[in-house]
């Protein structure tokens, strides 16, 4: 197979980041041998993926965090090359919502043995995004949590600071009147602080947001609560962050192919973590957009059954090194 490898060289952990040379030798233990190219910070991925696409190359292959991963994803949009992906994110939310694992091993394995089928993406003006997009608080406060990462590797001082302001932000951000429209018929008016339209379960920090939204239905998942307090928003979030879907009488929940929001004032928007100004927008689902490589149901058995096994070995030698007097 023509494959193309993309890495990240500063997504794995901190005491290696740069894990090039286990992932070559991981996808020539599966057979794979594949052209490596390197991320810049000027070139994020998705040149480096629309270029191999023109190539005529079969499968790219990403290995990095979520936010290089969207990035090829946008390179081969609407192309007959495959995104093959190993994460090496912090939180994987791409990789979580395809069910594709973690580990390095059965990551490539999924390469080699995998099914290539097609997935959804959403757009918004002309970026196209993975995960979601969020309108209102979240969109505000997204500023604050890249200064805050960038602080922490950097400046505590400037960390601890951005810690404020985006506390600040929060508590005096309120509620706003918007305006949604489905599929250029349903109209829905409402007061809030946020509104997200997911095409993944789970996005941000582990946030399952969404958990019934699926990646190939050609939908998209509209989740706000309706006039919330402070106090139910961050119990709706946390509980999120947990895998939890706290029941709220106000919390909803719509399915369509064409979201159009409206707001005065004007509220700001991000989509996938890439600010995009403000309101008005238009959300639409793009179906079938990007062929992904994915593990199919015997190797999702497969997998769960060696972390059960590895599980119970790793129970078992903490029991035996259990010493008594």
Request: negative net charge; glycine residues 8%.
């Amino acid at each position: 197979m023509n494959t193309r490898l993309i890495i990240n060289p500063t997504a794995g952990p901190a005491e290696k980041p740069d894990l090039s040379d286990d992932i070559a030798n991981a996808l020539q233990t599966q057979g794979l041998q594949a052209e490596i190219c390197m991320t810049t910070p000027d070139e994020d991925g998705e040149g480096l993926a629309a270029e191999a696409a023109k190539a005529g190359v079969e499968m790219v292959i990403v290995a990095g965090g979520d936010g290089t991963i969207e990035a090829v994803a946008r390179g081969l949009r609407h192309t007959k090359t495959a995104l093959g992906i190993i994460p090496l994110g912090t939180r994987n939310n791409i990789a979580a919502s395809l069910n594709i694992p973690t580990d390095l091993a059965q990551a490539v394995q999924t390469l080699a043995e995998g099914e290539s089928s097609l997935f959804d993406l959403g757009k918004v003006g002309d970026f196209y995004f993975m995960e979601v997009v969020g309108v209102g608080l979240e969109a505000t406060l997204f500023p604050c949590g890249d200064e805050v990462k960038e602080g922490i590797k950097k400046n505590y001082w400037n960390a601890f600071t951005n810690i404020f302001s985006g506390i600040k932000t929060f508590l005096q951000f309120k509620q706003h009147r918007l305006v949604l429209r489905f599929d250029n018929k349903k109209m829905r008016r409402l007061r809030t602080l946020q509104v997200n339209i997911c095409n993944s379960p789970r996005y941000g920090v582990n946030f399952a947001l969404a958990p019934e939204a699926k990646m190939n239905d050609g939908k998209l998942d509209v989740i706000y609560i309706d006039n919330p307090s402070k106090w139910d928003h961050l119990r709706h979030f946390f509980g999120a962050m947990r895998g939890e879907r706290l029941p709220h009488e106000r919390l909803n929940n719509y399915r369509a192919k064409k979201i159009e929001i409206r707001s005065h004032p004007p509220l700001e928007v991000h989509a996938d973590g890439e600010c995009l100004g403000t309101t008005p927008i238009t959300v639409e689902v793009v179906p079938a957009a990007l062929r992904i490589c994915v593990p199919t149901p015997e190797l999702i058995a497969k997998f769960v059954e060696e972390s059960n096994s590895n599980n119970l070995n790793q129970q078992s030698a903490t029991i035996e090194s259990v010493t008594f007097p």
